[in-house]
């Protein structure tokens, strides 16, 4: 597949350009205000909070040189055009997740999350110390910009579903909402995929224009109210095992920033990936008691035969991303080879723990 690659300089000549009032940042005594555009729905509890949060953090530690503006999605640009808007020049900044700008190249999901991928420690150790903030740095090079993580959500739900999922037969024909890689694994077996916004899913459902969905894991899910429409929630998320969000800005811009307000800017985001991640590991056990306990949900596992069918799927279309172009080789290759690499430690650690962990033996209830 032949990525489409638009440049700065494409973008801008494709029509996209700001008014000349909004692309330039407010200036008074060395003080600038970031526009901040959003994937997200307004203070929706996880991305939405976060990206606040991260807004208000800047600001507190530049003492207001920088003050950040936050636009939830559909207030200056839709969910879906974060991208465009900051390499435009329409906002200076994005919080938002890279699996949505597979327009621009598919291997910017290496950059939200792969299926049956890195889980979320690994993946911060590929980006930290393995080479893929690098890579990362190049691909989005190619388009005037530069991103880092702002959090990352940890192994996720597989999603909610009208009835149980017993087989690959009980997936083919549903109207599912998903995103990503994961989005074109599932069309390999047979679901018709609909990528929409966050804050479209719930309307989509109640119409019944979608049969089934995937957001994120129980506390944004619980937030969103899907429970009301459907009652089945099946696990585990093999096609997110880590999903990361992603700040960014334009390169010139950043580069123009006074030296201690860069390192300022780089700070917030690594605070924020850890704040946003352990928020929601929180949360996330809150939520889930709610959902069975006061609404009656029914947790699932997905069984090992749609596993395995979602597993091979996976590997076809992870493996094709390194058939687009050079980067994108680069960058499945570097990631292939640090999941390879992280598996038998990963095995004896956290997940030998886990299968230990869930022996039957004596402990405090």
């Not at 003492?63 to 991208?83: C, I, K, M, Q």
């Not at 020049?89 to 190249?105: E, Q």
């Not at 979320?120 to 080479?131: H, P, Q, R, S, V």
Request: aromatic share 10%.
């Amino acid at each position: 597949m032949t990525r489409l690659t638009l440049s700065r300089r494409g973008l801008l000549a494709a029509g996209a350009l700001a008014p000349a009032a909004l692309a330039t940042p407010a200036l008074s005594q060395n003080r600038q205000e970031l526009r901040m555009v959003t994937s997200w729905p307004k203070n929706l509890p996880g991305v939405g909070t976060a990206a606040e949060r991260f807004a208000e953090r800047l600001t507190t530690m530049s003492d207001g040189r920088l003050t950040v503006r936050v636009f939830a999605a559909g207030e200056l640009v839709p969910a879906f055009e974060t991208f465009d808007a900051v390499a435009t020049g329409t906002a200076d900044i994005a919080h938002t997740a890279s699996f949505y700008h597979l327009s621009k190249s598919r291997a910017a999901a290496f950059f939200t999350g792969v299926p049956f991928g890195l889980v979320t420690d690994e993946y911060n150790a590929w980006i930290k110390f393995g080479g893929g903030q690098e890579l990362w740095d190049e691909l989005y090079g190619e388009f005037g910009l530069r991103a880092w993580n702002v959090g990352n959500s940890g192994t996720q739900m597989a999603g909610w579903f009208a009835n149980p999922i017993n087989s690959v037969d009980d997936m083919q024909g549903l109207r599912f909402r998903s995103a990503g890689l994961g989005g074109e694994v599932l069309r390999q077996v047979g679901v018709n995929v609909v990528n929409l916004p966050g804050g479209e899913i719930f309307a989509a459902l109640q119409a019944g224009t979608i049969d089934g969905t995937k957001w994120v894991a129980p506390w944004s899910d619980l937030a969103f109210g899907f429970h009301r429409v459907l009652s089945n929630y099946h696990y585990p998320g093999v096609l997110d095992p880590g999903a990361a969000i992603e700040l960014i800005i334009g390169r010139e811009r950043f580069d123009e920033m006074p030296a201690d307000l860069q390192q300022m800017l780089v700070v917030a985001c690594n605070s924020e990936n850890e704040m946003y991640q352990i928020e929601t590991r929180a949360n996330n056990a809150a939520s889930l008691r709610v959902l069975t306990e006061e609404h009656g949900v029914n947790i699932a596992p997905l069984p090992d035969d749609v596993i395995i069918a979602l597993g091979n799927a996976a590997g076809e279309v992870v493996a094709s991303l390194g058939d687009d172009d050079d980067i994108s080789r680069r960058i499945l290759e570097s990631y292939v080879a640090f999941r390879n690499n992280a598996l038998p430690w990963s095995g004896h650690g956290e997940f030998g723990y886990g299968r230990a962990r869930a022996l039957d033996y004596n402990y405090p209830s």
